[in-house]
């Protein structure tokens, strides 16, 4: 009791002096719901209704759950805290000439925004490294390091799946297409803003750091599409469907499967934010960039404009959308391909006119890996930080330990798992030692001036083209983050529509994907700070559930994986 009235105590004074409109002891004591304090009570302190209720409360809890001693003790700091907050939200309140809407509109969305970025800065630090990398330490030594063991047996199977022309069954993706789905909401615009805002931070070392998480993430991947291959089902549409709700519910006992109601719930809410509306925000962006920069429109018609772009990627995504698993297929193999030539071909100009840079970039890397401080300047000075942004940028990249690119993998047309999972290997490769790695050096060798220590995003790496290029190059680079967003809206679209079929049933994916489609109206039209946070939340908390059930399925990945190369596998060297 005594430690909750210590802590309650702390509570008020950091809420009193620090953050508005935390509302005081009485919720940190007797846990009355944080969110609902935080959502409601700013309004109703119009009339402070809140103060008789919360206060009953805390006498009531006080009443069962404490000592006689501290009963008349905690309602006492109770009242003092209620006291505290309602005098310093009076005078915030004067200070806005008690507009109260005014005071609401500005306080609560700067609150979220403080509380989600607190939740993603623990669940995208050093805990979800610790778990994510931890996890594929794990798998790597159980599989004995498969992803570099049999790294070229993985390109020889997977490119040569995807040369070859072959249609796959109702209801099913070819390999080719199922990898290119996975790789269209894997690929993103965080492969061109994400990788140099982890240099600007954490130096020319994060690279290296990358590097090391993309080779873990590599057995990660594997094993999640591996394990989604063989543990999936058929719908009721004949359709192919699994992920991590599907070998959470067939791989481990029925006290498990509300990880997979969970993992489930949470990618519902993720697709909107992650998904759709941020992706949608950022092609508008990319577009108006480019249009008013070439004088084609004005600043002042911007809102116009891009309520028609939010109006045509509307009507995209419904079409690709309701033409179903086929579709989505069709668009991916063509899109994906398309966007990561056009890139890779710019990227690698950029890095053949500034070869004469490549070595001193590359032992900026390597020393700047274990040594940031000697190649920023003393900027970056922690050999910690160049580490955490170089692996949560991996992670975050290509997303092995999240789970989600195993839903498209289990839609592939295969029957053998593990030949399936080595596209996991391919995924990734291609996504961080590829794309990521050439926007690194796009920006390396380029020669731009670079912030270390300050944050920068896809700004410092189309500065990086534009150096070398010349301003025209601008569109080349508005169109491929318009590709990079557009196909992760595509693939998470999908992603959606399997975690809204298992939760409520195949009936429930037609209204889910007319809200999907009609969310990038919005997301094109407003603007999305608090939303980011809140979706990056949502999404790195799909980690948890995830790499609980792969890591509880290892064994079964190396069985499987044992089987395959003592059968169809047993010539490979």
């Not at 994510?132 to 498969?146: A, D, E, Y």
């Not at 029925?254 to 941020?278: C, E, I, M, P, R």
């Not at 990079?484 to 809206?489: C, G, I, L, Q, Y």
Request: glycine share 10%; aromatic share 10%.
């Amino acid at each position: 009791a005594m430690s909750k009235i210590f802590s309650g105590i702390g509570t008020t004074v950091l809420g009193a002096v620090a953050t508005p409109s935390i509302v005081g002891i009485y919720s940190a004591i007797y846990k009355i719901p944080y969110i609902m304090v935080l959502f409601f009570s700013p309004i109703s302190q119009a009339l402070y209704p809140h103060i008789s209720v919360c206060f009953s409360k805390s006498f009531e809890s006080g009443r069962k759950t404490v000592t006689t001693a501290a009963k008349l003790v905690i309602p006492a700091f109770a009242l003092a805290g209620l006291a505290i907050i309602l005098l310093r939200d009076h005078l915030i309140l004067i200070a806005f000439g008690k507009n109260y809407l005014e005071y609401s509109a500005i306080i609560i969305p700067l609150v979220l925004w403080m509380l989600f970025s607190v939740i993603n800065n623990f669940i995208w630090g050093l805990p979800a490294m610790i778990c994510i990398i931890g996890v594929g330490i794990v798998l790597s030594v159980k599989t004995r390091f498969i992803q570099i063991r049999k790294f070229p047996y993985a390109m020889k199977i997977t490119i040569g799946r995807m040369l070859k022309k072959r249609k796959a069954s109702d209801g099913a993706l070819t390999p080719f297409q199922a990898v290119c789905t996975a790789l269209a909401a894997t690929v993103g615009t965080g492969n061109i803003a994400g990788v140099a805002g982890a240099i600007a931070i954490g130096g020319p070392g994060a690279v290296f750091w990358m590097w090391i998480s993309a080779i873990l993430g590599m057995c990660t991947k594997f094993s999640e599409v591996v394990l989604a291959v063989h543990f999936r089902e058929t719908n009721n549409n004949g359709e192919l469907v699994g992920g991590p709700m599907y070998y959470i519910k067939n791989g481990l006992k029925k006290h498990w499967h509300w990880l997979a109601y969970l993992f489930s719930a949470l990618g519902v809410l993720t697709v909107f934010g992650t998904g759709n509306a941020t992706q949608v925000n950022t092609i508008t962006a990319a577009l108006d960039s480019a249009l008013i920069n070439y004088n084609i429109i004005s600043a002042d018609s911007t809102h116009m404009i891009n309520l028609i772009i939010g109006i045509i990627i509307m009507i995209l995504i419904a079409l690709i959308m309701i033409g179903g698993i086929k579709r989505i297929g069709r668009v991916t193999e063509k899109l994906i391909p398309f966007m990561a030539v056009l890139y890779i071909i710019l990227a690698i100009g950029v890095v053949l006119v500034n070869i004469n840079n490549v070595p001193a970039v590359f032992k900026s890397i390597f020393q700047g890996a274990f040594s940031p401080a000697s190649v920023t300047g003393g900027a970056v000075g922690s050999f910690f930080m160049s580490m955490k942004k170089g692996v949560s940028r991996g992670i975050f990249s290509n997303e092995a330990g999240l789970g989600t690119g195993s839903i498209a993998h289990a839609c592939a047309d295969t029957s053998k798992p593990v030949k399936q999972g080595f596209f996991g290997i391919f995924e990734v490769f291609v996504d961080t030692i590829v794309i990521c790695t050439l926007t690194a050096l796009v920006i390396l060798c380029s020669g731009v001036p670079v912030g270390y220590g300050q944050a920068a995003g896809a700004e410092l790496t189309i500065s990086g083209f534009t150096s070398t290029y010349g301003g025209w190059v601008s569109i080349f680079t508005a169109v491929a983050m318009c590709c990079f967003a557009f196909s992760t809206v595509i693939g998470w679209g999908l992603y959606g529509q399997r975690c809204i079929e298992f939760l409520l049933g195949p009936k429930a994916t037609k209204p889910f994907m007319a809200a999907y489609s009609l969310v990038a109206v919005v997301g094109a039209t407003m603007n999305l700070g608090l939303m980011w946070s809140i979706a990056e939340t949502f999404n790195g908390l799909m980690v948890i559930p995830n790499l609980i059930a792969v890591f509880l399925l290892s064994n079964t990945v190396v069985q499987l994986l044992k089987d395959y190369f003592n059968g169809e596998g047993k010539k490979v060297k």
